[in-house]
């Protein structure tokens, strides 16, 4: 009986450590470029173990899913197939939602909570947190191995525009380091300081005002649902002393990067710009949209760009924002289906902050700040990829799924 008893103990053991191996190596992986190999066997290995647990725990497995996240990801997901539906280009619209939309968004929010169904909430809340905050490393590896590729090509650091795409990353991995802040313990706090000053240094280099106002809004916010003032103010002064000493050094080295901070105008996005020109065509076809996929937003803009000379672009570089390109792309329906399941996400981060306590009402909390920074504040200034959203749904279901647990 003991012998029977150890065994199965031992066998959910490793189940656990699978399981969230699995999760774990997924999110570590989500942001970083030039690893596809290894990101398709993680994927391929989360969706066997996922059909596995379908088919052993059918019914228990259908009770996640009865929710309002639920039915807001099934909506943005039917407002994506008619964008695919009347698109001026479907078998486009279809390749770009087909990886995009039905696989990183749909089935990703759907396979993590499937795969931690049997782990407790602080598991699952450890698995989000924690990932995210290793995620940093090979992220900084690989920022840095950039620039000394460029330097060696002579460019030198925080002067180049190429480091941007890393924007995404570091606002879902900076809510998740501040959790280190707080465990006020001498290693962690250490490793904080490391990671920090790392974090830091990448979230410059990206040279883009939309990440820095992200990450400074949910830094702001989380102080202010932490009561957290010392780090805020530890921050500001490294900051000024980097700046300072910076501009002291060579200011001609950094003569972009002052610019950007300095710079009050938004880039053209407003007006005739970027953003300008997409209400423009939005308010042309505002019911149905045109399609989904950058490339049907391309073909317009340009073909349509002589009817417009008052446009600051000649050539289309995007609407530069969220809710205007699902606007576009799928009209009104696309537009409503978008804020649904924002707003959705948003009321379940905070209905999980206030019912829970420790790490996993930390992860709730790093759930609601990266959704703020990187869908509503960055989204205001760029046009977000949507599949950042399936880690967050997806644990955000997993989490909910465990409420009751204690």
């Excluded at 450590?17 to 066997?41: A, D, M, P, Q």
């Excluded at 499937?114 to 990932?131: C, G, P, Q």
């Excluded at 840095?144 to 460029?150: A, C, F």
């Excluded at 049907?296 to 609407?319: C, L, M, S, T």
């Amino acid at each position: 009986m003991v012998l029977t008893q150890w065994s199965q103990h031992r066998e959910q053991n490793w189940q656990s450590l699978w399981n969230r191996g699995l999760v774990s190596l997924y999110i570590i992986l989500y942001f970083l470029e030039g690893v596809t190999r290894y990101k398709h066997i993680v994927a391929a290995l989360l969706y066997i173990t996922a059909i596995t647990y379908i088919v052993k725990y059918r019914s228990h497995i259908l009770t996640l899913f009865k929710n309002n996240l639920t039915a807001a990801l099934l909506t943005i997901l039917a407002a994506i197939i008619y964008s695919i539906f009347i698109s001026i280009d479907p078998l486009y619209s279809l390749d770009k939602a087909a990886n995009a939309v039905f696989e990183k968004l749909v089935v990703i929010a759907l396979i993590i909570p499937v795969v931690l169904h049997n782990e407790s909430r602080d598991d699952v809340a450890k698995t989000f947190i924690y990932a995210l905050i290793a995620a940093i490393i090979p992220l900084a590896i690989a920022d840095l191995w950039q620039y000394i590729e460029e330097y060696q090509r002579g460019i030198l650091p925080f002067s180049q525009f190429s480091h941007k795409y890393k924007s995404d990353a570091l606002i879902f991995m900076t809510p998740a380091l501040l959790f280190l802040w707080t465990l006020k313990r001498c290693r962690t706090m250490l490793i904080f300081l490391a990671l920090g000053l790392i974090a830091g240094l990448m979230i410059i280099g990206t040279l883009q005002r939309g990440t820095w106002l992200a990450i400074g809004v949910t830094s702001v916010i989380w102080a202010i649902v932490r009561r957290e003032w010392k780090l805020p103010a530890l921050a500001l002064a490294a900051l000024a002393l980097f700046f300072t000493v910076s501009h002291h050094y060579d200011p001609g080295h950094f003569a972009k990067l002052f610019h950007k901070m300095q710079q009050t105008s938004s880039s053209g996005r407003y007006g005739n710009g970027t953003q300008g020109s997409a209400v423009d065509l939005i308010m042309e076809n505002p019911i149905k949209g045109y399609g989904f996929g950058d490339d049907i937003f391309y073909r317009v803009y340009n073909e349509r760009i002589k009817d417009y000379p008052q446009w600051i672009f000649k050539k289309a570089i995007g609407p530069h924002n969220l809710t205007l390109a699902t606007w576009y792309a799928a009209g009104v329906i696309g537009l409503a289906a978008l804020w649904y399941l924002l707003l959705s996400l948003g009321r379940e981060a905070v209905r999980g902050y206030r019912r829970s306590e420790g790490i996993t009402r930390n992860a709730w909390l790093t759930l609601g700040l990266i959704l703020v920074g990187n869908m509503v504040v960055r989204g205001a200034f760029e046009t977000v990829n949507i599949s950042n959203l399936g880690m967050l749904l997806g644990i955000a279901l997993a989490l909910r799924a465990k409420e009751n647990q204690s």
